[in-house]
């Protein structure tokens, strides 16, 4: 398959997870092998930060980055929706220190990317690809991957809670499959953590409209969730953005069980340390077809309008 980039650069803001501020974000084309890279805009100007295992500094509320000098949070719901629909090459501008929360899902992010609009580029497209089978266990949770033509994921989790208890979802992960079955997942947690993180002057954005929150004995949103199994989509979400933190394209099929951000990185890390033994880069042929936006999911979450930049026409 060729590279991919976006068409148009488009522009949105939202609420920050972490200070509760608004924060604006632009996504912009990039050319052939630059893979995803954040600027990130301050009153002191721009600096630039790409994904790396090692450049994740903190896995507590959300995925992290930084390089001793410049940090963004929250990355791994836009790292979701970019890989998820297939996007190689893209610039991610973001001034507030974080990206935003949107509704808690990665639905907007596939929104923009859509109006944004997809084109092929030049060169083909680079992914790692699983030679042998790893398996990397901590406190009874792990990841498990095998070599696979492909982004299989098979996953499982468990929470004492009587509305999640036991979920598990498989699935090929396609563009399609992606939008349509896991980007409108929401992050979730529970009341006495909202209240606690709050307190302590935490995830000062996180709220009713940004999360799934359960108290005791069942969901506190007067929406509801938007799935029966919403728990198992989101963290199958969250593992497609954890792993574009590679760089490339990352090829297996992965079964994991009650894994977060910590095990996602740490088994990132030990991938990267053995990459010798356990990956091999591959430039996919390229194929005879053009490529196609994906169809964004039905429900839009509500956030601010995606405006055109550059003369560009607006965005619906």
């Not at 398959?1 to 068409?7: A, R, S």
């Not at 033994?277 to 005879?288: D, G, M, Q, S």
Request: charge should be neutral; aromatic fraction near 8%; charged fraction near 20%.
């Amino acid at each position: 398959m060729q590279q991919t980039t976006i068409k148009n650069s488009v522009r949105s803001m939202g609420i920050g997870l972490h200070s509760g501020k608004q924060v604006e974000l632009v996504l912009r084309p990039a050319p052939e092998d630059t893979g995803i890279l954040f600027a990130l805009r301050s009153g002191s100007g721009t600096s630039f930060l790409s994904p790396k295992p090692r450049l994740v500094v903190d896995t507590g509320l959300a995925t992290s980055l930084g390089n001793g000098h410049d940090h963004i949070a929250t990355v791994e719901h836009l790292l979701a929706a970019v890989r998820g629909l297939g996007v190689d090459n893209i610039r991610v501008e973001v001034q507030g220190g974080e990206l935003p929360i949107m509704d808690g899902s990665a639905a907007s992010f596939v929104y923009l990317l859509n109006q944004a609009g997809l084109r092929r580029q030049n060169k083909a497209r680079k992914v790692l690809a699983l030679k042998k089978p790893i398996s990397f266990e901590r406190d009874g949770k792990f990841v498990k991957a095998t070599p696979h033509d492909g982004f299989f994921l098979d996953y499982t989790i468990q929470f004492t809670h009587p509305l999640i208890g036991r979920q598990k979802l498989a699935m090929e992960v396609t563009p399609d499959a992606f939008a349509g079955e896991l980007a409108k997942a929401r992050t979730f947690g529970f009341l006495r953590e909202v209240e606690y993180l709050h307190a302590n002057g935490l995830a000062l954005g996180g709220n009713l409209d940004n999360a799934v929150v359960l108290d005791e004995f069942g969901v506190l949103n007067s929406d509801g969730l938007r799935y029966p199994d919403e728990f198992v989509r989101h963290k199958m979400l969250d593992f497609v953005g954890d792993m574009a933190v590679l760089g490339l394209p990352f090829l297996g099929r992965f079964e994991v069980f009650a894994s977060g951000h910590a095990l996602n990185n740490a088994f990132l890390r030990y991938v990267e340390d053995n990459a010798a033994e356990y990956l091999e880069e591959r430039t996919l042929p390229l194929p005879e077809t053009s490529v196609q936006p994906v169809a964004a999911p039905a429900a839009q979450p509500a956030m601010q309008p995606a405006r055109a930049l550059h003369g560009q026409p607006a965005l619906a």
